[in-house]
């Protein structure tokens, strides 16, 4: 199976910056996602990560380590409405398909 | 645009009672998962379809769990005899394509369905 590893809650400031951490331990890995999901609603995709580096798209960066089975979202300029929980999520090959399988989140409370 | 449909959105049940929950999936989306989703945690995969085929059920926690896709679009996941702990939301996620290597092909979930068995 696969062991995925998050902090279960965080706190900021509005306006700061804050980085969650994911670590994984798994084979057949095959990409990593981070999802936001507000109270009540849906997941939605946030970043995918297959090979090593950063990726950056707005206020949000993803950073994926291959060989230390890690990654960290990071989040800048922080804003009220980013107050949600933060899903790490590794795809990992399993027989002929490719299953997402998801940490139990992080849940972020940005506070004035 | 449309995006992924569930129905019901809240159910409630009798412990005992069989329990169908309905997803529609975006249109054109090859790839369909369902999840189960406790209060507190991260979704907890059940099944995955590539079109019409269940190709993956190894999350189905009992036999009373069973998922169809029939005509490869509409999913229907049925609960059979439900039990307290079954209570959760279950969320249906699609994907335009069959999940490949390197491939982002990202999930789109629905609200999800939450059941309380009582």
């Known amino acids: 199976g696969q062991n995925i590893d998050q902090p279960t809650e965080m706190t900021a400031t509005e306006g700061a910056i804050v980085q969650i951490n994911c670590t994984y331990q798994t084979s057949g890995f095959n990409g990593l996602f981070w999802y936001q999901q507000h109270a009540g609603e849906a997941p939605t995709f946030l970043s995918y990560?297959?090979?090593?580096g950063l990726e950056e798209k707005g206020r949000f960066s993803s950073f994926l380590s291959r060989s230390k089975g890690y990654s960290y979202l990071l989040l800048k300029e922080l804003q009220m409405k980013d107050s949600a929980s933060y899903l790490c999520a590794v795809r990992v090959q399993s027989g002929g398909s490719y299953i997402p399988t998801f940490g139990r989140g992080t849940s972020l409370i940005v506070h004035p | 645009g449309a995006g992924v449909s569930q129905s019901p959105r809240y159910k409630v049940a009798k412990r005992g009672q069989d329990v169908a929950l309905r997803c529609d999936p975006i249109?054109?989306?090859?790839?369909l998962f369902w999840y189960q989703q406790a209060l507190g945690q991260g979704p907890e995969f059940l099944t995955y379809f590539q079109n019409e085929a269940q190709l993956d059920k190894s999350g189905l926690p009992s036999d009373r769990f069973f998922a169809e896709r029939p005509e490869g679009s509409v999913s229907t996941l049925k609960i059979q005899r439900t039990q307290q702990e079954d209570s959760a939301v279950y969320l249906c996620?699609?994907?335009?394509?069959?999940?490949?290597?390197?491939?982002?092909?990202?999930?789109?979930f629905g609200p999800g369905t939450r059941l309380t068995v009582l």
């Open positions: 990560n297959v090979l090593d």
């Open positions: 249109s054109g989306h090859v790839s």
């Open positions: 996620a699609s994907s335009l394509a069959v999940p490949s290597s390197g491939s982002r092909n990202e999930q789109f």
